[in-house]
């Protein structure tokens, strides 16, 4: 019985010390990220790359000053003088 307690004395005062020096260690790894994590992330770069596009759109139709400018997206394939016939 004596051994016994002995060895589970020893044993615990084995753990009390590896246990501190394993967390040390343990913290200065970087820890990996999980799936959902990266999955995240990605989602908010995409959002914000499509805010961001969205934002150049908005200044390119609006022009520099902020001004409310008419666009015309089928202005080059219209006929300017109108001489063409309608078909």
């Given at each position: 019985?004596k ?11 084995f ?13 200065g ?9 990266m999955e ?35 202005a ?7 001489s063409?016939?309608?078909?």
């Amino acid at each position: 019985m004596k051994k016994l307690f002995v060895a589970l004395l020893a044993l615990s005062a084995f753990t009390a010390m590896v246990g501190p020096v394993e967390a040390q260690v343990s913290s200065g790894r970087q820890r990996q990220k999980t799936m959902l994590q990266m999955e995240d992330e990605q989602k908010k770069k995409a959002a914000e790359k499509a805010e961001k596009d969205y934002e150049a759109a908005m200044q390119k139709t609006q022009g520099k000053g902020g001004d409310q400018t008419a666009v015309d997206p089928w202005a080059n394939m219209r006929e300017v003088d109108g001489s063409q016939a309608k078909r």
